[in-house]
């Protein structure tokens, strides 16, 4: 199913799991600027390889080639289209990339100091007031190997009514439905030594009693019964804007990026703000431009 700008379209409920939640997808626009009492939308977009590295490079897998610049044009449009505050960016090779999407004039970028291909970052709309802290690089459990994961960006966000610290994250794949605690397979017991590392971070967030939201690619399907959603919510009660819904990006299924919002952030998030901007290409299109739609929500700032 595809949409229209500035139209929603209702999606089929989850049957499988008995719920019926209705969820639109379209784009809703935000005047700019962040006033106390305003809302802030929020997003977190995987743009699948997203690099300015010429084809063949070293760097690369064999498998991987650059996006041609009508694929690029076509996403600085559909990010345009999203027009979300601050976008949570995962699978970006830097802030040269990213900024052929997101123009210096309209956003200003944040992104980790990692030295791989798959960096994660920020795309902030000019005129929030944002600092980055150290990167999460506990995430990356192999800092010895030749082979490393990506840290998260953790970022604050100077707002009128106080701060909101963010946190981007972009987990090892390979573990996308298996028991957590139990599972034999390899890449979910990275995903366990992961979990802990945010487990960590957001005890220290509830410590310090600011708001928070953790947001980007889990690479995990996660549902009321859930391991690593149970495991984070062990450290502090969060709101996922993805409760209860399937993802309708290229033809439907489950949502692997996810918005959690905890301390007082989770009043904020408004639930039925969740919306997924889906492409209006083919199929065949899903590797030129993402195999991740943007998903976004909206929280509705104190004040």
Known sequence: MTDKQGQGAAL???????LWKPLFVGIFLLLGGVAQGAELKVATWNLNWLTSRADGDPALPADVHPKLPADIAALRRYA???????????????????AALFPPDRYTLYFTGDQVIQRVGFAVRRGIAAHLNPDLTALDIYPDAHFHLRSGADLTL??????????????????????????????CATMRQQVLVLQHWIAQ???????????????????????????????GPLARATEGHDSPCWGGGHFIDHILAGGPARSWLDPASLRVLVYRET?????????????????????
């Not at 963010?166 to 390979?174: P, R, S, Y």
């Not at 439905?177 to 397979?185: I, M």
């Not at 947001?215 to 149970?230: S, T």
Request: with cysteine; proline share 8%.
């Open 80 to 98: 345009a289209a999203l027009d979300a505050d601050v976008v949570a960016l995962q699978e970006v090779d830097g802030p040269g990339i990213a």
């Open 12 to 18: 089929d409920p989850p049957k499988a799991r008995g």
């Open 283 to 303: 199929v065949a299109m899903r590797d030129h431009l993402s195999d991740h739609c943007p998903v976004s929500a909206r929280l509705h700032l104190p004040g």
């Open 158 to 187: 100077d707002l009128p009514g106080g701060k909101l610290r963010l946190l981007d994250v972009h987990l090892k794949t390979g573990c996308h439905f298996d028991p957590l605690a139990t599972s034999q397979r390899p890449q």
């Open 205 to 235: 967030r509830r410590a310090e009693g600011v708001p928070f939201v953790l947001i980007g690619d889990f690479n995990r399907v996660m549902d009321a019964e859930d391991g690593v959603l149970a495991a984070l919510q062990s450290s």
